[in-house]
């Protein structure tokens, strides 16, 4: 029997004002096992951890208890706080009554019940606990960066620059990102291309930096230090040594109806193509859905014309396979899908666009070469009437719920850049709210009103239809002034909401990090370990974790770089103890197990067992320990008992059970 | 196919043609329309008061037939089927007011939303599917330059109707291009008529109708069908009559062989 103590924290009145705590004590005093049992105010305080050292010295205590906060919050520390007063670190339990209990129940009798049941049950399962030892395990001295954009640039940069190893996945054909699509920046108006390029190419060049653009991550294995990644390069068709970007191949190429992904389907490419002039690496890219030869089997043109011998028809796919000690997601946005909002007539009238859309005819090597031009008829706009939050702040099936927070900048910025080269034209906004806080975002703003004459309504646009004038008429509302608004408009441009990129469901799969009803990642702790996800050595770096603007995504794509380097400067990683372990007897060799792990941590050997006195040559599971993450799937799964997790034995899940239960 | 059907007091009166040729081109589609017996006015606008039910009961009376025959309920009127829909919704939804209705009402088994209420368009689209229509029509209407409008009734509440997409249908348009004719997609097809105000402002009334002729016509239609017994008075009254508007059973009617 465990001579254990019950520490049951107020978490100031986070715990308190909805659970009883005396009571609680009172409660757990009798259980079997408990010599001891106090609440206090701030159990993870300094105080708080010193009583706990005391009673275990006073009170010879073996194994504690605290309720308190998630073990996801403070579980380390009080192991830490046991291991101080001599006692190993796994004869802690965490009874979570505030995350669990408090937080979510309003009536203090029922929340106070419920506290005293999850110690029960945390007593019942300590009084089972058995000393652990952690093991250790080796650190790879690699990261692997997964996307292009300006914050996987900016991490492996970072990174490599502190003298490790790193490699960026791009799916696309260029690094760069959205980031390349703009065409100036908010606050300060600096061209995008400008400040970006020399990144890209600094990336590409420097000597700790690997690039595999038109690459995939196939899959993931194993865990924090010792990743094991398998990359998809894609066939490119282009020989990327011998290619020298001249884009010969890309002019002759007689394919050119397919939209110009870069230009946002504005103007057409050719099947082979370099996405855009700035593009790293600079090498053609054959799209083979597009492409004659693969078609047809004729054609053949760009192999005729390229002077290097790049083009290579018969390339395949490659798969690289490589080790990592950390990966950075940096999967970054996309715009998401306007067509759902027909009220604005996006999927029916061409000067409706998107202002990513607008970006790109408002760039110099955009589809219009920087002139403001209707896409209908490619004449001047008189006036041009921009719509915020189509899509952003939005609860109905629709839209997206939270704020794409970058919009309000960057409309403030269209409209300000509009008036700027045209004068002549008139340019309205419509707004919910507007929200630029930020280092001088707000005088950005004031700047479009007062000094750019932008005329700012707030209000939401209902319709916009094509009139008898050929134009556009928004019909709106003016909240300010409570009335109607019917505008005559050439261009209609929506703030279209931003989501996370397609296909990162699969990548968070792949390494098990959990994302958020939006898809956005989540990190481990909102505030204080917003860089990290939960599964540890896969960290976040930009819009995949929320939306957020340049600055923004740099600095967090900064921060995530330094928590890598934390972690591959070490040499080696303490491993969890809570291992899985077969019962050699009970296993029949059925596999189940090694089918649901996700670490590959499981494996069988064929090995002579003493089956009460009978001898025989058996297949039984083998679990390599420093593999296993602990998750517990093979315990559930195994059919005959046989797989037990330590720290978790099913005996001690059935007592917590039973103590519930009782 | 055999379905309930409620036609409701305007297709007895003013509305004789959309309940005439919608029988007969069902018919010529092998569908068999059971009047129900006891039906009365749905009272053409739903009541939005959450303290009283007198104004629902009929629809509840209607929708419980229905049930008895474990039959789908098809309307045909636009505002029939918003009423009938809507208070369905709420005998589903509203505990509240299901419990009155059903002491009130009394019946043996109380009625809690069982029955699925249909437009007759959905019937078309969902039960027996244009491609279907398009193999039965035996009078395309080729050429014919056809506006749909759809009035406010049909489409919204969007989340409640579930009739088609408020701002972007297509119901109408692809119903169109089943009976053989061409479909003319304009601004204002989804905008309300002003109907209900050409009693107490008929300039109001005559600038709203006005503004969805001036749409169809501005995109070329030749002619306007509805659902909407007052959608169809108010364009033919309060407009300068330029365009004539039809029943869409009517050209069904047509397109079928049957009128």
């Known amino acids: ?324 000690g950390a990966i950075v997601v940096a999967t970054g946005f996309q715009i998401s899908d306007v067509t759902k909002f027909d009220e604005f007539q996006y999927t029916k009238h061409p000067d409706v666009i998107t202002s990513l859309e607008l970006e790109r005819i408002m760039n110099a090597a955009g589809p219009t070469k920087g002139t403001l031009l209707r896409m209908s008829n490619k004449e001047h706009p008189k006036d041009i009437v921009f719509v915020q939050c189509v899509g952003s702040r939005d609860n109905t099936a629709r839209g997206k719920c939270y ?194 792990c996700p670490y590959g941590a499981i494996d069988y050997v064929e090995k002579e067992v003493n089956d009460h006195g009978k001898r025989e040559v058996r297949r039984l599971a083998r679990v390599n320990s420093a593999l296993c993450q602990g998750c517990g799937a093979c315990t559930v799964a195994c059919p005959s008992g046989a797989m037990d997790l330590k720290g978790f034995s099913n005996r001690q899940i059935m007592a917590e059970v039973d103590a519930i239960c009782k | 196919m055999t379905y309930s059907y409620f036609p409701g007091c305007t297709l007895k009166t003013k509305a004789k043609e959309l309940d005439s040729y919608g029988r007969k081109a069902a018919e010529a589609l092998g569908v068999t329309l059971e009047e129900l017996d006891d039906w009365q006015c749905c009272g053409a606008v739903y009541p939005m008061a959450k303290d009283e039910i007198a104004t629902k009961l009929s629809s509840v009376r209607a929708l419980n037939s229905a049930k008895q025959k474990s039959q789908p309920l098809v309307t045909i009127c636009s505002a029939c089927h918003h009423v009938i829909k809507l208070v369905n919704n709420d005998m589903k939804n509203d505990e509240n007011i299901a419990l009155r209705a059903n002491n009130y009402l009394g019946f043996d088994e109380p009625y809690k939303g069982e029955t699925e209420v249909i437009h007759y368009l959905e019937m078309l689209r969902d039960k027996i599917g244009f491609d279907t229509i398009k193999q039965k029509v035996v009078n395309p209407l080729k050429g014919r330059k056809i506006a749909a409008y759809y009035g406010c009734m049909l489409l919204r509440p969007s989340k409640e109707m579930q009739f088609d997409d408020p701002e972007n249908p297509t119901i109408m348009e692809d119903f169109i291009r089943a009976i053989g004719a061409e479909p003319v997609e304009y601004a204002f097809r989804n905008e309300c008529c002003g109907g209900y105000m050409t009693m107490n402002d008929k300039s109001l009334a005559q600038k709203a109708a006005g503004k969805v002729v001036a749409s169809a016509k501005l995109k070329g239609a030749d002619e306007i069908i509805t659902a909407c017994p007052l959608c169809l008075y108010n364009l033919k009254q309060n407009t300068d009559g330029s365009l004539p508007v039809t029943f869409f059973t009517e050209l069904l009617a047509e397109a079928l062989g049957v009128k």
């Open chain 1, 1 to 324: 029997m465990q001579r254990i103590g019950v520490f049951v924290c107020w978490c100031g009145s986070n715990i308190a004002a909805t659970v009883d705590v005396a009571k609680v004590v009172e409660s757990v005093k009798g259980e079997p096992g408990v010599c001891f049992a106090q609440d206090y105010q701030y159990m993870c305080s300094e105080a708080g951890q010193q009583l706990i050292i005391n009673a275990i010295h006073e009170h010879k205590l073996t194994g504690i208890v605290v309720c308190s906060c998630s073990p996801r919050m403070h579980e380390a520390t009080f192991r830490k706080t046991a291991e101080k007063a001599g006692i190993n670190p796994y004869m802690v339990e965490i009874a979570n009554i505030r995350e669990h209990c408090s937080w979510i129940h309003k009536d203090k009798d029922e929340a106070t019940e419920k506290a005293v049941i999850l110690a029960r049950a945390a007593i019942a399962k300590v009084n089972l606990n058995a000393p652990l030892q952690p093991g250790e395990s080796a650190v790879t001295k690699r990261a692997l960066i997964i996307g292009g954009g300006i914050a996987g640039i900016q991490s492996a940069l970072d990174i490599a620059d502190a003298g490790y190893k790193v490699d960026i996945v791009e799916r696309s054909a260029t690094i760069g990102g959205k980031m390349a699509q703009l065409d100036k920046t908010f606050p300060t108006l600096d061209c995008a291309a400008c400040i970006l390029t020399p990144k890209m190419v600094e990336a590409a060049q420097h000597p700790n930096i690997t690039l595999y653009t038109y690459s995939e991550v196939e899959s993931v294995k194993g865990f924090v230090g010792n990743f094991d990644v398998k990359i998809k390069k894609k066939a490119r068709f282009v020989d990327e040594n011998k290619c020298t970007g001249c884009a010969v191949c890309t002019t002759k190429c007689p394919s050119r109806k397919g939209g110009n992904e870069f230009n946002c389907n504005l103007d057409n490419r050719g099947a082979v193509y370099i996405p855009f002039a700035q593009a790293v690496p600079n090498v053609a890219v054959i799209d083979s859905t597009r492409c004659l030869h693969f078609k047809t089997g004729k054609c053949g043109l760009c192999e005729k014309v390229c002077s290097a011998g790049a083009i290579k028809f018969d390339q395949q796919d490659e798969i690289i396979e490589e080790k990592y």
């Open chain 1, 403 to 596: 704020c794409s927070k970058i919009c309000c900048m960057y409309t403030a910025k269209h409209a300000m850049l509009i008036r700027e080269k045209y004068p002549d034209v008139n340019v309205h906004v419509f707004y919910i709210d507007v929200r630029t806080p930020g280092k001088n975002f707000d005088e950005f703003y004031r700047r479009a009103v007062e000094q750019y004459n932008v005329d700012y309504i707030k209000g939401m646009v209902g319709k916009v239809y094509e009139n008898e004038n050929g134009r556009l008429t928004v019909q709106a509302v003016d909240l300010l002034a409570d009335r109607r608004i019917m505008l005559e408009t050439d261009m209609v441009v929506l703030a279209a909401a931003i989501e996370p990129s397609s296909g990162v469901k699969d990548i968070a799969s792949m390494l098990t990090a959990s994302i958020d009803t939006n898809n956005f990642l989540t990190e481990a702790h909102p505030k204080l370990r917003p860089v990290e996800s939960p599964t540890a050595g896969v960290f976040l770096s930009g819009v995949c974790q929320g939306p957020k603007d340049i600055p923004e995504t740099v600095s967090q794509a900064g921060a995530a770089a330094v928590k890598v380097v934390g972690l591959l400067a070490k040499d080696k990683l303490v491993t969890n103890p809570c291992t899985a372990t077969p019962n050699e007897l009970m296993c029949n060799g059925c596999s189940s197990c090694e089918r649901v």
